[in-house]
């Protein structure tokens, strides 16, 4: 039946998996039936949240080349919802076409990472036909995924959102902003072309690193730098193809290559991965030039970051000794963008209310980067309240949620607990809603980087989480968690379970179980060391009563984390220590 509206839907029973099914449609009144032929059967997960669940393969070529030289699978497919967002309530269909696309080679770009290697397991587990529905947008915090009625219990988000819904006054506010930033460009652009070479500083850096730690010179620097390094290649290498890497760097760069642009990047969340083209190397020394403008005089060739200049089997290193030179010097720093997509509400009504009701067998939910400020602790009860105003949207009371908790990183952060937290509530939402699995992904994050490349690993992770929690594989693979913990005898033991009863306990890289600390009833921490004992942790305590016991407390943890004989890392934790 037709609503007045135009709206339609048909129930069909059962189907069994596979295809290709012919799907034909009859309109009443018109003799021509409309036919689709390219139909299948399988099953189809929601793949939403912000940037390192849109981090598309593209961004991942070089670092899992065989995925691109496959044979293509048209039953793993794909599609991606486009950006939009709407304050005035929600959109029943997108303004433009969308498209399944297959897995292949010149496919496989647009594919979400952590989908596509989670959707080439339940492929390979089950042999159905996969659909990975594509629901994210980087940057983009809880608030933006809920809808109205849900943000009525953040007045303050409502309210901060109030003057956005004049869609002139949001379109004028995003045009001003973005006109600042350009007008910034444009002065360092003339002042760089007036300074030419006379009188600005140069030197040489160590690099990669921070800009400020390589030469004091520049603590502080905003403007235009040029980075040069020169590597002397053999004869062979006159003319070949190349790749270039040279990690990420803040902020916006152009790359050149003797002369020839290879590359640009906007901004610090992109890796500067350049291919030279053929006919630009040559024997002998070859100039590489880094024209990098700093917006905020953070400036950096990220430490930890490795540079090489790969050539066939052959890599040339590329750490170490740069020349710099000061292009231009910037007064203020460069403004910042109003980014009304990211506002309260909007991303629900413009991605995720049209796809609502697209039969889906769970959501892989991968966000929470963007909510670890001030109200990271609220984080629990926002998660409970979006997955619940989705399962709604989408009629499912049970609609399964798999939750990527954050893995580590430090090196843009402020050690004030809002990582922490955040993966705090991940873990605890599992306890709190039904049909909610949290996946542990702390060794799958970068110090460095806000985007790990290490995507197949937490893909690994949802799939264990998925066969627990989506298939009902009980003896499927879960991470040891704490139980119980006790003080007794100046000694603090805490036991773990990964519910087969003998966890085996160990730590991932061999040492000592590391990131213990005590917290005591003034509020101060000491870190303390700790040893393993079967199922256990021991911990000595000084002859003063601690208040809580904390594990993993912080952006980046890395020493001796603690994990299953499964290999599985226990999550992060902080525990009260109950009176004896």
Known sequence: MVKDDGDWAVRLGPLEPGGPYRLEMRVD?????????????????????????????????????????REPDPLLRHCKVPV???????????????????????????????????????????????????????????????????????????????????????????????????????????????AG???????????????KDADPRLDGFRGVIHLRRTVTLPAYAAGRPAALHLGAMVDSDETSVNGVRVGQSEHQYLSRDYMVPEGVLKAGRNEIDVHLVVEHGTGRMTPGKH??????????????????????????DCPGEDFVRWKPLGLYNGMTAPCAGYAARAVLWYQGESNTGDAADDYGRMLRAMVGCWRAAWGQDRLPFLVVQLPGFSIDGVEDGGWPLVRRHQWLAQREVDDLVT???????????????????????????????????????????????????GRLVIRFDDGTGAPGLGTMDGADPGEFALVWEDGSVSPVPARVDGDTVAIAVPWRRPASVRYAWRNAPDRGLLCGANGLPVPPFALPIPAA
């Open 197 to 211: 070479r006379e009188g600005l500083d140069h030197g040489a850096l160590d690099l990669p690193s921070f800009l």
């Open 439 to 489: 996946a542990v992904t702390l060794d799958a994050g970068d110090w460095n980087d806000l985007h790990p490349w290490n995507k197949r690993l937490v893909a690994e992770r949802l799939f264990d989480a998925a066969r627990r929690l989506v298939y009902g594989e009980a003896d499927a693979p879960r991470p040891p968690e704490p139980t119980d913990v006790r003080l007794s005898d």
């Open 307 to 332: 540079m090489h200049l790969d050539i066939g089997d052959d890599s040339y290193d590329l750490d170490g000794t740069w020349t710099y030179s000061i292009g231009a010097r910037a007064d203020t």
């Open 84 to 194: 939009r967002f709407d304050f005035h309530g929600p959109r029943r269909d997108f303004d433009e076409p969308v498209r399944w696309v297959g897995a292949a080679p010149d496919t496989l770009d647009e594919f979400t990472g952590v989908g596509y290697f989670f959707g080439r397991m339940i492929r390979q587990w089950l042999d159905v036909p996969v659909g990975l529905l594509n629901i994210t947008l980087g940057g983009s915090p809880i608030e933006s995924w809920m809808d109205e009625q849900t943000l009525a219990a953040w007045p303050k988000a409502l309210a901060d959102l109030e003057p956005y819904r004049d869609d002139e006054v949001a379109r004028a506010r995003s045009e001003r902003s973005i006109a600042a930033m350009n007008r910034w460009y444009e002065d360092l652009r003339v002042r760089e072309t007036e």
């Open 29 to 69: 009144g018109d003799a021509e039936p409309v036919i689709a032929h390219d139909v299948y059967v399988g099953e189809v997960f929601v793949c939403a949240g912000q940037s390192n669940m849109e981090y598309q393969m593209e961004f991942l070529r070089w670092r899992y080349p065989s995925e691109f030289t």
